[in-house]
């Protein structure tokens, strides 16, 4: 299994990836997340294919399989950070094209 670490630090609860190993100040806890391989694959498979949507311009196509990372995986992972991001460039893209119109 995959094993993932975050450190939830100080007041404002920003969180980073923090590398197996490190030494983590007193002021931060840390959450272990373990994601299937299975998932975590399905995961990367489907982010893929909603980036290969995207290059080719099909937006409205490439949102569902970002919204299955997103739905699947801890908001702190990285594939969900990937895809949240992808899923907002394709919202903010088609917003715009409607604009226009």
């Known amino acids: ?3 993932v670490a975050y450190a939830l630090c ?11 190993g490190l ?8 959450y272990w997340r373990v994601i299937d391989p299975k998932l975590k694959y ?3 498979e489907a982010l893929k294919e909603g980036d ?11 949102l569902p399989y970002y919204d ?9 992972s990285e594939l969900h950070g990937l895809a949240a991001l992808q899923w907002s460039i394709c919202q903010d893209s ?3 094209y409607v604009q226009k119109l």
Not at 23 to 30: D, L
Not at 52 to 62: F, V
Not at 68 to 76: A, E, G
Request: aromatic letters at 4%; proline letters at 4%; one cysteine or more.
């Open 42 to 44: 399905e995961c990367e």
């Open 23 to 30: 030494t983590i100040s007193y002021n931060c806890a840390i």
């Open 52 to 62: 290969l949507l995207m290059n080719l311009g099909k937006l409205k196509e490439a």
């Open 1 to 3: 299994m995959s094993l």
């Open 68 to 76: 299955k990372v997103m739905d699947n995986l801890p908001f702190q």
């Open 10 to 20: 100080d007041l404002q609860l920003r969180s980073s990836k923090v590398p197996l």
């Open 94 to 96: 088609l917003n715009r």
